[in-house]
């Protein structure tokens, strides 16, 4: 991908937000998250991903498919409400061009939440885990090709890729709202099929807390453009369902809707954490 091709939805949404370089952070809500926008966003503007040139559609229930600009619990946010998806048939250089439209939008940080099955012993449905680190099952990488040199180096390093100062300023959110907060290992598949019991438990013998089949390659597009990344997963389910129930995506979307009460609570003392981090 060239860096142009991400130009014309920048314009287009400098076009349309006048606040634009005011706002430090990007927020990805995930399946069945929706419904924190209208709980907590002072909308200032918005566009269908279908408006925005060179931006992908979402296909999957549950993503209501729109760019919205504002304040969220006070903080000057970009919000993609919904995500695009590898197993979608898009490459992974589509589904990651909103982070590179971020980035030149001048947003410094990056808060990624998906849903996600459960692999540790005890995860619950409706329980949040924040992501530590994670683990690359996709088969694929969005920085494969020629490096896009204006954005970062050819080799990002990937040591912290999931911000250790942010992660703590969301612990210490959770603690003060009261919210239980997990902190685990991800680990990203491709989809679209959920994991084989064989897959949960090599998954799980290799250090993984919960499987999902997003996040990652925003977070390495993210962190080679030079982005600070958190990310909360939803523990919608229990991975493979091992005592053999058959899973579905209509059951995820209602698990990650029933726990946005959680996830209002840790955003309203969150996100101005976040915001002071990335001004520091």
């Not at 959770?174 to 019991?197: C, R």
């Given at each position: ?205 290799l250090g993984a ?27 919608t389910n229990v ?42």
């Amino acid at each position: 991908m060239e860096a142009s091709t991400v130009y014309p939805a920048l314009e287009h949404i400098r076009a349309l937000d006048p606040e634009r370089g005011r706002r430090r952070l990007g927020i990805v809500l995930g399946s069945g998250w929706g419904g924190v926008v209208e709980a907590l966003m002072e909308i200032e503007g918005q566009a269908a991903y279908a408006d925005l040139p060179g931006f992908p559609v979402s296909t999957v229930a549950g993503h209501a498919g729109r760019l919205v600009w504002g304040r969220m619990a006070g903080v000057p946010v970009y919000c993609m409400q919904g995500r695009f998806h590898y197993y979608e048939g898009y490459s992974m250089q589509e589904i990651t061009l909103p982070v590179r439209v971020f980035a030149l939008l001048g947003v410094k940080g990056l808060l990624l939440t998906n849903a996600a099955g459960g692999i540790r012993a005890g995860m619950a449905p409706g329980q949040l885990m924040v992501i530590e680190d994670h683990l690359n099952f996709m088969g694929d990488h969005p920085l494969r090709g020629p490096n896009l040199d204006r954005f970062g180096p050819r080799f990002p390093d990937m040591t912290r890729a999931w911000d250790p100062d942010l992660r703590e300023r969301l612990a210490k959110a959770a603690a003060d709202a009261g919210v239980a907060l997990q902190s685990g290992v991800y680990a990203a598949v491709s989809g679209p099929s959920f994991e084989t019991p064989a897959e949960i438990r090599a998954f799980r013998q290799l250090g993984a807390d919960a499987v999902g089949m997003s996040t990652v390659p925003e977070c390495l597009v993210a962190r080679h453009s030079g982005l600070r990344v958190a990310g909360i997963s939803c523990i919608t389910n229990v991975a493979a369902h091992e005592g053999g129930q058959a899973l579905s995506h209509e059951e995820v979307a209602e698990a990650a809707s029933k726990a946005q009460d959680h996830v209002i609570k840790l955003f309203t003392r969150a996100l101005p954490a976040l915001q002071q981090t990335l001004q520091d």
